[in-house]
């Protein structure tokens, strides 16, 4: 699990994973996996995964609180039940809470070292963006190597350079390369390397959820 392009999202604030906003990820797939029930298996793609549970794509007609099991692509499986099923994607809260940082810590050590490629992790932290004479406040939503989504009320418009800083990580440049109203994206202009993020999630969870 967790392949080079992935676009699965590794919660680590919330219980269960936040709605979908509907603002595009970036290119790449989901990660794979499989929804079992009494009906049989099925493969599925994982959206988002967190403590409490999943968002996935699966090709099933399952309703709100059939038991399932979730299968992950490191053949790690949680027992749950259908929580929502809307447009062909289903929320499944899990029976027991899943470690987030120890399943994707496992998914590194899995990998060679030369091409570990650290997920997308969404949590939320405060964080400043600073831009020509501006230095305005925002807050994380999600973070890769390669690039870190934002939420503000005075964001930078699209193409702009800018510096973000946030407690406990240096970020190199980043170029705003989307945005859809107090949500942007930023494209780091070096990669951060997995072992810097992956520690600096660590501290986070131990920190605790920002007051």
Request: glycine share 10%; net charge neutral; charged share 25%.
């Amino acid at each position: 699990m967790v392949r080079p392009g992935s676009i699965t999202t590794f919660v680590i604030d919330a219980p269960l994973p936040w709605p979908d906003d509907g603002v595009a990820r970036g290119e790449g797939a989901y990660e794979r996996g499989a929804l079992i029930d009494d009906t049989g298996r099925r493969s599925c793609a994982i959206r988002k995964i967190a403590p409490g549970g999943a968002t996935i794509e699966a090709a099933m007609g399952a309703t709100p609180g059939t038991p399932v099991a979730l299968e992950l692509g490191n053949g790690q499986r949680r027992q749950g039940r259908v929580e929502w099923a809307r447009s062909g994607a289903l929320g499944i809260a899990f029976a027991e809470p899943l470690d987030i940082v120890a399943l994707i810590n496992r998914n590194l050590v899995a990998q060679p070292a030369e091409r570990r490629a650290m997920p997308r992790v969404e949590l939320r932290r405060p964080l400043h963006v600073k831009w020509c004479e501006h230095l305005e406040p925002a807050v994380t939503r999600n973070i890769s190597s390669s690039g870190i989504q934002v939420e503000g009320a005075r964001l930078p418009p699209v193409g702009t350079l800018a510096s973000l800083f946030v407690d406990g990580l240096n970020l190199p440049p980043a170029e705003v390369v989307w945005r859809q109203g107090q949500l942007a994206g930023f494209e780091l202009f070096e990669e951060v390397s997995w072992s810097s993020l992956i520690a600096w999630v660590r501290e986070m969870k131990r920190a605790g959820s920002p007051r």
